[in-house]
């Protein structure tokens, strides 16, 4: 099986900073697109960043383009977000994921992120 551990999240003032991490087992890492998602309380999951296998390309939903980076360590198994300038819209659980889902791949428990003064 796939599985997916996300990690990072917290409480944080707006404008405030967090990283998040993913440790993924259980397929040959390095071969994969990865991704992240969020879903906030009564909304649909939504596609946050997405890096290549190489971890040189990435892409952002429009409105996280120039506050959170994506990067992939592949010896690590280990993708991560930065996420700076955060902002209340951002609150929501985050998750991870291969970008190309198999039938052997979990979600993880997902990591809550909650931006409020």
């Known amino acids: 099986q796939v599985q997916f551990v996300e990690s990072g999240g917290g409480l944080v003032q707006p404008g405030g900073s967090l990283r998040l991490s993913c440790a993924v087992s259980?397929?040959?890492?390095?071969?994969?697109?990865m991704v992240w998602y969020r879903q906030a309380p009564g909304k649909q999951r939504e596609l946050v960043a997405q890096i290549t296998s190489n971890g040189l390309s990435t892409n952002y939903l429009d409105s996280v383009k120039g506050r959170f980076t994506i990067s992939k360590d592949n010896p690590k198994n280990t993708i991560y977000l930065q996420m700076n300038s955060l902002k209340p819209e951002d609150t929501a659980v985050y998750y991870c994921s291969r970008a190309v889902r198999g039938s052997r791949d979990s979600w993880g428990q997902g990591t809550q992120v909650t931006v409020s003064s």
């Open positions: 259980g397929i040959n890492f390095r071969l994969y697109d």
